[in-house]
Every structure is written in structure tokens, then in C-alpha cells.
């Protein structure tokens, strides 16, 4: 399984931007997808996740500008963010947690990460 991400770029203050990640591969099933970001010098952090029922999970600093959706059937998930700022400049990173078959165990899988950078 592969994490394939797509949608990072360079924006100005105030802009949007729309992340979406795909899980290519056989595989059958897939728990919490998620959103990480990593700026220069900093810790990875979540940025937002969400459960098979869609049940959502924010970071404060990006509460009620970030949302984040899945589509089950396409294995994707995708983070469209509104309200940038150059606080939110990083490396996001995709992360879904993966069933390959139903012999396994849950599975662990990162994307390889895409920048968005915000700046005037």
C-alpha cells in the first residue's frame, strides 16, 4: 500500500488550499485517516483526523478553518484549508491506518509529504 498525496503549493495569506490523499494498493480496510504537519525546527503535529464513522478531530489553531473528509470507497482522504496563514507553512503529511487483509493487523501508513507554504 502507497500513500499518494496531492494539492500542496505556495499561497498568499488568506488563501485556500485542498490536500487529498489516496491509499493505492489492495488492501481491505481502513481505520482513522489523518492529517500531520511538520514546519522547520518543529515537532510533527496532527493537524486534523477522522474515524470510519466521521467522527472529526481538530488542532486548535485550525479550528473552523480546516476541514477534513473522506470517501471510503475511493480510500482517500482530503484536508481543504481555508483561511491560511504563514503559521500553517509545512509539510503535511497523510496517515491512514490500514488493514491488508482480514488475516493482519492494523498497519500504520504515511504519506511522503507535501508542502503548502503560505506567504505574502
Known amino acids: 500500500v502507497q500513500l499518494v498525496e496531492s494539492g500542496g503549493g505556495s499561497v498568499q495569506p488568506g488563501g485556500s488550499l485542498r490536500l487529498s490523499c489516496v491509499a493505492s494498493g489492495r488492501l481491505f480496510d481502513i481505520d482513522v485517516m489523518g492529517w500531520y504537519r511538520q514546519a522547520p525546527g518543529k515537532q510533527r503535529e496532527l493537524v486534523a483526523s477522522?474515524?470510519?464513522?466521521?467522527?472529526?478531530n481538530y488542532a486548535d489553531s485550525v479550528k473552523g478553518r480546516f476541514t477534513i473528509s473522506r470517501d471510503n470507497a475511493k480510500n482517500t482522504v482530503s484536508l481543504q484549508m481555508n483561511s491560511l496563514n504563514p503559521e500553517d507553512t509545512a509539510v503535511y503529511y497523510c496517515?491512514?491506518?490500514?488493514?491488508?487483509?482480514?488475516?493482519?493487523?492494523?498497519?500504520?501508513?504515511w504519506g511522503q509529504g507535501t508542502q503548502v507554504t503560505v506567504s505574502s
Open positions: 496517515r491512514q491506518v490500514v488493514m491488508l487483509t482480514p488475516a493482519t493487523t492494523w498497519r500504520t501508513y
Open positions: 477522522i474515524t470510519t464513522n466521521s467522527g472529526t
